[in-house]
């Protein structure tokens, strides 16, 4: 009985130093030019061996080096794994057990624990602190990184009952948040369960609340019918958010730069019973590159950003940016507000929109906007998503 135990804790142990093995491949072979969503699935498809629970597994301890393991500088490769473990984790973990029991006893405790414990400080530690507005809570920012957002879904209107009465048949659980905002598991395949985009939207609940400026003015008016322009509309989530705070009330045109995105973008709007009055692509950073003269009384300028309010949710990010990416990026986002200025009516509204926590993107390109263009301040604010397990974004509201 005893020799049997030994072979198995022998077994278990090997098993967890192949996970931190591969981990290390993983990690090492890493280039960050794609999601490393993808080099996993690559990995994986090559390597047959893994079932499962082992590619979860090593899933988890790579993604856990992302959020962490750039507070840990004069470590190995896999100590940096082993101790991001320990602080993404909150719950007792077999590895750990193993190959750490001392971190292992102190899994349960909070955050500013563990890190006084290993004798770190996340916030003087993060890379790019410097560049975080001082709008922004850093202490509780940083702080996130060590937690995986969750999944939320936007429920189009009308469609409350069914929408949760399918999650409940299915057994899933959920939070519900304000105005039809609900929070799930991020692992939940809710593509199985609703009929996406018609039925619910998935949606960060920061990137639900970017138009809240017109849901708290209801005194706005507009010639009918809303003419709105979504400018870099990417996947279509906001034009699909627009339309349903309008109530369908708007004649709506988008755009982006690159052809294969802007059909997809096409498909999703269709999806979702959303009518585009035109559709074009356009390199707005260019001069001369928007192809129409038509006028708008909304344009939606949800510009190409660092990211960095989301990422909590891709956490490679943190490892593979640059800082002079900032500049360049903001440099990017004042030639886009210049070039599509022109296109809003007089006394339409402009939203410029980030996914960032950098002052330079956000507070300074707002300055630059009021001062180089005949657009006039409005609101702007951050929508806060590290207290709810969300993305953080940038809205700043003008007029002409």
Request: proline residues 3%.
């Amino acid at each position: 009985m005893f020799v049997a135990l030994i072979i198995l804790i022998i077994l278990l142990v090997s098993r967890y130093l192949s996970y931190i093995f591969n981990s290390v491949i993983l990690l090492n072979s890493y280039s960050a030019e794609a999601p490393f969503a993808f080099h996993l699935k690559k990995y994986f498809a090559s390597n047959k061996k893994f079932g499962s629970t082992d590619r979860k597994t090593i899933a988890t301890l790579c993604y856990h080096y992302f959020r962490a393991g750039h507070l840990f500088a004069d470590k190995s490769l896999e100590d940096k794994i082993l101790f991001s473990l320990f602080l993404c984790e909150h719950f007792d973990n077999p590895i750990l057990k193993a190959l750490k029991p001392e971190l292992n006893g102190k899994i349960s405790d909070t955050i500013e624990n563990k890190c006084q414990f290993l004798q770190i400080s996340p916030v003087s530690s993060f890379p790019f602190l410097t560049e975080i507005s001082d709008m922004i809570n850093k202490e509780s920012f940083i702080n996130s990184f060590f937690y995986q957002p969750l999944l939320f879904l936007r429920i189009r209107p009308g469609r409350d009952k069914i929408v949760k009465d399918k999650l409940i048949g299915a057994g899933i659980s959920f939070t519900e948040n304000e105005n039809n905002c609900l929070a799930l598991k991020n692992s939940i395949a809710i593509n199985d369960i609703l009929a996406l985009n018609k039925e619910a939207v998935v949606q960060d609940a920061s990137s639900q609340r970017v138009f809240s400026y017109l849901s708290n003015n209801s005194a706005i008016s507009f010639l009918q019918p809303i003419s709105c322009w979504d400018c870099c509309a990417a996947s279509g989530g906001k034009s699909i958010l627009l339309y349903d705070v309008l109530n369908k009330n708007i004649k709506l045109t988008v755009s982006d730069i690159r052809k294969t995105v802007l059909y997809n973008c096409q498909k999703r709007l269709k999806q979702a019973g959303v009518n585009i009055h035109n559709s074009f692509l356009a390199d707005l950073v260019s001069r001369g590159g928007v192809a129409t003269k038509e006028e708008f009384s909304i344009i939606v300028c949800d510009v190409p950003c660092s990211g960095s309010g989301t990422w909590a949710r891709t956490p490679e990010q943190l490892h593979s940016f640059k800082k002079n990416q900032i500049d360049s990026y903001a440099d990017r986002q004042k030639k886009i507000v210049t070039n599509v200025e022109p296109h809003l009516q007089n006394g339409g509204l402009l939203f410029y929109i980030t996914c960032s926590v950098f002052a330079k993107e956000n507070e300074e390109v707002v300055k630059y906007i009021s001062n180089n263009t005949g657009l006039k301040l409005l609101d702007e604010k951050y929508m806060e998503g590290f207290d709810r397990k969300a993305d953080t974004m940038f809205v700043a509201v003008f007029t002409k």
